[in-house]
């Protein structure tokens, strides 16, 4: 089993904001994120496929074909965008960085046999760093 | 316990398959397909797997692994053309899912036993572009 991961940057702005609290209740729960003309970070992005490497070329899978569906189908949606403005996933729910690795992950899940038919690779795990300081991890593909 | 060593070497290598044409190793492996090579300053991770032993403390003394991290990988890999001077990469392509396996088999017959086992190679060939191997099937 190999697997391979892939980086990449999306810069983009957000507001944690709940219409469910009190104004004063969203400041206490989401301090500093909760300023009502929000705020950036440069995320990064991991994308974790895995499998078997093809005897013939040598790859796990197509370079070109991974960036091609994270561009098309993340990058293209998040990278210099406000996600709570511009972004379908978050005109109803908070983009917490928990939320945007869930958002990525449901839309690369979604999009990934197109773009590898048949069983291999298959995602395996995103990973998303805020900041330097938190990252956020969400595993995809049963553990072995 | 997991415990990593880190090393770098610098080498160059350069994708492509002899039996196909440049349009279609550009296709498959992009501009890493240049016959000519190209380089990078690849990092390996290696990670070992283990009980610390109940009078040192340790999982494996990490000296020891670096030593033979720089006597199996750094020293033959270290400023060479991977494709020219490093077998099997005279006749396997030298991409980084085939030179992380390389790496574990050269790493695997120092840690026959269960503790500490070889747990995993990991090869970045660039900040960006990293593979792992676990042994067994590929």
């Not at chain 1, 070109?64 to 965008?81: M, N, S």
């Not at chain 1, 709570?84 to 999009?111: D, K």
Request: aromatic share 8%; with cysteine; glycine share 6%.
């Amino acid at each position: 089993m190999t697997r391979l991961t892939r980086r990449y940057r999306i810069s983009a702005s957000h507001r944690l904001h709940s219409p469910a609290l009190s104004e004063e209740e969203n400041r206490r729960v989401f301090g500093k994120c909760n300023n009502p003309h929000g705020h950036g970070h440069d995320y990064t992005l991991e994308v974790t496929a895995r499998g078997p490497v093809d005897e013939r070329t040598g790859t796990l899978l197509s370079l070109d074909a991974l960036d091609r569906l994270v561009r098309e189908r993340v990058l293209d949606a998040f990278h210099l965008k406000d996600l709570n403005q511009q972004s379908a996933e978050f005109a109803g729910a908070i983009p917490t960085t928990e939320n945007l690795a869930s958002a990525i992950a449901a839309r690369l899940s979604t999009h990934w046999r197109q773009t590898f038919p048949g069983p291999w690779p298959e995602l395996d795990r995103i990973r998303i760093l805020e900041t330097r300081n938190n990252r956020f991890e969400t595993r995809l593909a049963p553990p072995r | 316990m997991l415990i990593t060593r880190r090393a770098e070497f610098s080498a160059s290598h350069a994708c492509f398959r002899p039996e196909l044409s440049p349009a279609e190793n550009h296709a498959l492996y992009g501009p890493d397909a240049n016959p000519h090579g190209h380089g990078h300053n690849f990092v390996v991770e290696v990670t070992l797997e283990g009980e610390p032993d109940a009078v040192t403390g340790m999982v494996f003394d990490l000296t020891h692994l670096k030593a033979i991290l720089n006597r199996e990988v750094i020293e033959p890999y270290d400023h060479r053309f991977l494709n020219h001077e490093v077998p099997p990469f005279d006749h396997v392509v030298p991409t980084p899912e085939n030179i992380a396996a390389d790496i574990w088999r050269r790493l695997e017959p120092h840690f026959p036993g269960q503790n500490p086992k070889l747990r995993s190679v990991r090869l970045y060939a660039t900040e960006d572009l990293c593979v792992e191997y676990e042994g067994g099937g590929r």
